[in-house]
């Protein structure tokens, strides 16, 4: 096994010195999930955790972002990790996405790196359904138990109320919400009917255009962003930001995040809350 390993990387080496790029071993577009809608029956789906990290591609060599640029974890991060692809999410627990963007942004391997883990949900060069895919990875890491990394465990959905006190769960807990997976789904790029997100809220991104000055408690520093989305709507996000995000706003031209619960007649989301920086939006 030890042998096969490495003429495995050694051939992907040579891929990666001839010139084929990231882009070039993975898929051209990950396996990306849609939002959940409660007409459809998951029943005896597979749901785990969402976990807001940074997406990550091992390609059996090397550690790519969603982009396909090169991370720089160090070996201790990386020794154990198989010779075939996996896909998964750098994860250093809840609430600190914004850490974990300023770990793996840096381009030398640094020590930061053993505070995350690299939480694994596809195989997505191995043949048959998810549950397939997914035990090569669970079988390597019986074999090749690694501090630094893990198959993120799945549970079988019995019924739409034990997905939602799941939800409630893991939302209490300071979750971001759920992923549900069909177990017998074939990997496919692009956005896929087979892998859903739940959670109690919708969330997308926007682009800042400009910084609008607060009045009352907010006098003197910003009191909303004005933001645009891809097709051009601009409305005001208000809610959501701190007092350290009010005296030092996101750059215009960033992208941020924001929940919202559905939208009116004029595209405009309701109630949108501002959730943070999409720091990762360049990996």
């Given amino acids: 096994m030890k042998q096969f390993r490495v003429v495995v990387r050694l051939l992907i080496g040579l891929l ?30 597979l749901m785990s955790e969402k976990l807001d990290g940074v997406r990550g591609y091992w390609d059996g060599w090397h550690l790519y972002s969603k982009t ?32 974990t963007v300023s770990t793996v942004s840096q381009l030398l391997p640094h020590e930061g790196w053993l505070a995350l883990r690299f939480a694994i ?6 043949p048959g359904g998810f549950t397939a895919r997914i035990e090569r990875a669970s079988n390597w890491f019986s074999a090749h138990p690694s501090r630094y990394a893990y198959v993120i465990p799945q549970t079988e959905v019995h019924n739409r109320e034990q997905l939602l006190a799941e939800l409630a769960r893991v939302e209490q807990l300071g979750g971001e919400g759920l992923i549900v997976r069909r177990p017998d789904a074939l990997y496919t790029a692009g956005r896929s009917p087979d892998i859903l997100k739940v959670k109690s809220y919708e969330d997308a991104e926007a682009v800042v255009v400009a910084h609008l000055p607060g009045s009352g408690r907010n006098e003197g520093r910003l009191g909303s962003l004005l933001v645009e989305l891809a097709d051009g709507t601009r409305f005001k996000l208000g809610s959501g930001l701190s007092d350290a995000e009010r005296d030092n706003p996101p750059p215009i031209g960033s992208i941020i995040t924001y929940k ?24």
Wanted: net charge negative; proline share 11%.
């Fill in 260 to 283: 919202y619960y559905g939208y009116y007649q004029s595209g405009i989301p309701k109630f949108p809350s501002y959730l943070r920086v999409r720091g990762d939006a360049s990996l």
């Fill in 121 to 126: 949900f596809d195989v997505p060069a191995a």
């Fill in 68 to 99: 396909g640029g090169r991370l720089y974890p160090p070996e201790d991060f990386t020794r154990d990790l198989p010779p075939f692809p996996l896909e998964g999410e750098l994860w250093g627990g809840r609430d600190t996405f914004e850490q």
């Fill in 16 to 45: 990666l010195m001839a010139g084929v790029t990231c882009q070039a071993v993975m898929a051209t577009e990950p396996m990306l999930p849609q939002v959940y809608d409660e007409q459809v029956d998951v029943s005896g789906w």
